[in-house]
């Protein structure tokens, strides 16, 4: 059976994989056993931009069959900025020139419009994290293991960072407003517990912070974080309520240190994830456990949220596991659990609308 399932723990050992995918050449320029700052780059590789077209018959007013006069490059040769591409000269006045505004190759000229292929970009990929090499995976990256805490959310818009975790609301369901932010926001990746105002977005990229962790946003927010420069991560999805209480303290906790926000394409679960680097050995002497995650299966005594309904969001435990469909209240078979609140409700879930917290 499939069933949901968010982690959410601290102090424990777990590994983190930063990769490419692709036939692409990947350097890496750290080994097994390395200890790695965020800042540091742990591979490289080169990445296709594409092509400039270049439309030389209409700059020069000419049809597309007579530029091959005014050529001066070929398919072929390659080109940097300000490479001249093709002359046009005239009896009387100053001749005109076509230039080229990137680097790469002459990939074909056809109907009167040059296309060069632009030279691959260097792409760094950082590690994010403070932690130990224990993987090199050559052509690909490398597996790093951290100490510290994480969690995961249900949405990212595919975006990653670091930065200083600077909690901005004051309790989980506080909902963000410019009244509520307080401080300086730079570097910091800003945690809230609502937001539905996109402008704040705005805001949030001039006042230099490099992304936030929210609970629920609304319909429109959510649309413009998909083209937003930074990362978000929503731990409990589109709508309101806020966050998990037990991932806003978890994160409360930790206020101030160092975290990264991974977009999740390499998590056991496929959701985004919080990682909080642990604290120097000077400030606390806890020991770190191995983490061993696997998905969740439901059991009696297991902690679970509601992801849908008007008690979506609530928190609430599995008392008893029905072996077979049962019908609810809209009339369809499910499988399912029975759920009590911590108000004390109990009633049927089905699975599909669960998230079992590990």
């Not at 056809?110 to 403070?130: H, K």
């Not at 806020?242 to 926000?261: H, I, P, R, W």
Request: proline fraction near 4%; aromatic fraction near 6%.
């Amino acid at each position: 059976m499939l069933v949901s399932s968010t982690i959410i723990e601290s102090n424990k050992s777990f590994l983190i994989y930063r990769r490419f995918d692709g036939n692409q050449t990947v350097h890496i320029p750290v080994s097994n056993n390395q200890e790695l700052s965020p800042v540091q780059i742990v591979a490289q590789a080169k990445q296709e931009t594409g092509y400039e077209i270049v439309p030389v018959a209409e700059a020069l007013g000419l049809n597309s069959t007579d530029i091959s006069s005014c050529l001066t490059v070929e398919v072929g040769d390659s080109v940097k900025l300000g490479s001249l591409l093709a002359e046009q000269k005239k009896l009387f006045g100053r001749a005109r020139h076509i230039t080229s505004t990137v680097e790469g190759t002459i990939a074909e000229i056809v109907e009167g419009n040059i296309f060069i292929s632009r030279a691959p970009d260097d792409v760094n990929l950082r590690a994010l994290v403070s932690g130990r090499v224990v993987d090199v995976i050559p052509n690909t990256g490398v597996a790093i293991e951290v100490q510290g805490s994480r969690l995961q959310g249900v949405w990212s818009n595919g975006l990653e960072s670091a930065g200083r975790l600077l909690i901005q609301s004051d309790a989980s369901d506080t909902k963000a407003t410019r009244a509520t932010l307080d401080g300086d926001l730079y570097r910091s990746i800003i945690v809230l517990g609502q937001i539905d105002d996109p402008k704040l977005l705005e805001l949030f990229a001039e006042a230099g912070a490099r992304g936030v962790i929210a609970g629920t946003a609304s319909a429109e927010l959510y649309h413009a974080a998909a083209d937003w420069g930074l990362p978000l991560i929503l731990t409990d999805g589109v709508g309101s309520g806020g966050m998990y209480s037990a991932m806003f303290q978890l994160l409360s906790e930790n206020s101030g240190k160092d975290v990264a926000l991974f977009n999740g394409k390499y998590s056991l679960t496929g959701r985004p994830e919080v990682i909080i680097n642990k604290r120097p050995e000077t400030e606390d002497g806890i020991t770190y456990h191995t983490s061993r995650l696997k998905r969740a299966d439901p059991a009696i005594g297991q902690t679970v949220r509601l992801l849908t309904g008007e008690k979506r969001g609530r928190n609430g435990t599995i008392v008893k596991l029905h072996s077979w469909p049962m019908q609810t209240p809209s009339g369809i078979k499910a499988e399912g659990v029975d759920v009590e609140l911590d108000s004390g409700e109990l009633f049927f879930v089905p699975f599909a609308n669960l998230d079992i917290i590990m």
